[in-house]
């Protein structure tokens, strides 16, 4: 795996943040506002928001996979332990005390 | 007609697009920025990619406990250990299913997917249908493909929305112990290595 | 601003899945093959074209097939980097119509 400089670690609860504004954004709307759990911590990678209008995707930004109980995201439970799963990059998340 | 590639139309009958897609490509190798051979090699290379590749590397797994912690641990170079070229994927994860956990593999904001080891993905998984429900309603997803899960059982739903990659290993089925891997792999289709089944039960007829 | 119409995890209204298969035609394997082959002579990426495709218009991006959808953003890419123009490719299209013609 490639380096990690990222904020958050494994097991950290983290909310994502609720941005709305123009370009290449890989957060899905389904996911924005909403609060999880760090589940792996991937490393290090260009940023796709740059990358994506031909500009070299620097600073890199650290990648997590981040897990989400289904009724938080979707207002009801179908499977009480149900779970959607998003890697999200580190600045679209911030600290849930 | 040719029945190669399916069907082939007569060039005059072809979309817009298509027309155009042509158009390019005489363009870009006129002018060098491609050549007829780049195309010709990307064609063979995604011609090679088949689910197949994912059938072995589960079916290798489920008779080879030291393979499938290789598997897990380091997708990549345990694909490169029975001749499986991954190289073109940033990163990629093998999801393993459990009596009590099921995986399932989207991308709501395109259609990523492992090409490199799968080959093209099928034309659902690409559809706004799935992209819409499998995030929302994966239990209704999965008991359209066959599949009925108790509650208990844990559904994890991945939106594959950055680099890394992912593939489900579906449970071994009962009743196959002995089996060789040959015919293990047949029992894994390309929709439960996507998640939205289990293996087959038993030898497609 | 609003929510991308790429950006459909989780919207209501979805269907049935359609499990249908069609063998890819020509042209789809071709754009296939020249989207791989430019993304592997460094000429444009991934994230390029996702936003190619997003900044379409959402009526023209509802109703494309898969293929057509990445056809439009192959061109749009080429010609944001000034490798063809819009002009020559038209240009080449009246080439073909002469050539291959009504049967």
Redesign the interface.
């Known amino acids: 795996?490639t380096p990690a400089t990222g904020r958050f670690r494994t097991g950290d609860r983290v909310k994502v943040k609720f941005e709305?504004?123009?370009g290449?954004?890989?957060?899905?709307?389904?996911?924005r506002g909403k609060s999880g759990r760090i589940e792996k911590v991937?490393g290090d990678?260009l940023n796709?928001e740059l990358?994506?209008?031909?500009k070299d995707g620097l600073p890199k930004k650290t990648?997590y996979?981040v897990?989400f109980d289904?009724s938080e995201?979707?207002g009801k439970a179908?499977?009480?332990?149900?779970?959607?799963?998003?890697?999200?990059?580190d600045h679209w998340l911030e600290t849930l005390a | 007609m040719s029945d190669d590639h399916g069907h082939d139309h007569p060039k005059h009958e072809l979309s817009y697009h298509a027309k155009r897609i042509y158009a390019m490509r005489d363009l870009l190798v006129e002018k060098g920025v491609i050549t007829e051979k780049d195309i010709q090699s990307q064609i063979e290379y995604q011609e090679a990619r088949t689910p197949a590749n994912g059938a072995n590397l589960v079916a290798k797994a489920w008779v080879d406990p030291q393979f499938k912690a290789r598997l897990i641990a380091d997708p990549k170079a345990a694909c490169a250990e029975i001749g499986i070229d991954a190289t073109a994927l940033n990163e990629f994860v093998v999801l393993e299913n459990t009596p009590q956990v099921r995986h399932m593999v989207v991308c709501t904001l395109c259609s990523c997917y492992p090409r490199p080891i799968l080959g093209r993905p099928p034309d659902w998984y690409k559809s706004f249908n799935y992209r819409q429900r499998s995030v929302s309603d994966p239990r209704g997803v999965m008991r359209e493909f066959g599949l009925e899960l108790t509650d208990d059982v844990e559904v994890r739903v991945h939106d594959s929305t950055a680099d890394i990659r992912y593939i489900v290993m579906p449970l071994r089925p009962a009743g196959t112990e002995g089996w060789s891997e040959a015919d293990l792999a047949k029992l894994v289709t390309r929709d439960s290595m996507i998640g939205v089944m289990d293996a087959l039960p038993m030898l497609p007829e | 601003m609003a929510r991308g119409h790429h950006d459909v995890g989780g919207l209501p209204g979805a269907g049935a899945i359609e499990v249908t298969e069609h063998q890819l035609s020509d042209w789809e394997i071709l754009a296939d093959a020249v989207n791989q082959a430019l993304g592997a002579r460094g000429i444009k990426r991934t994230d390029e074209m996702r936003r190619a495709r997003e900044e379409m218009d959402s009526a023209a991006y509802r109703d494309m097939t898969y293929y057509e959808r990445w056809i439009a953003s192959i061109e749009t890419i080429l010609i944001e980097k000034n490798i063809l123009t819009k002009a020559e490719i038209d240009r080449k299209l009246v080439e073909f119509e002469s050539k291959w013609g009504e049967p």
């Open positions: 795996m709305d504004r123009p290449h954004l890989r957060t899905p709307w389904y996911i991937y990678f796709p990358l994506a209008f031909g990648l996979q897990a289904h995201v979707f179908q499977g009480a332990k149900d779970k959607v799963l998003v890697d999200i990059y």
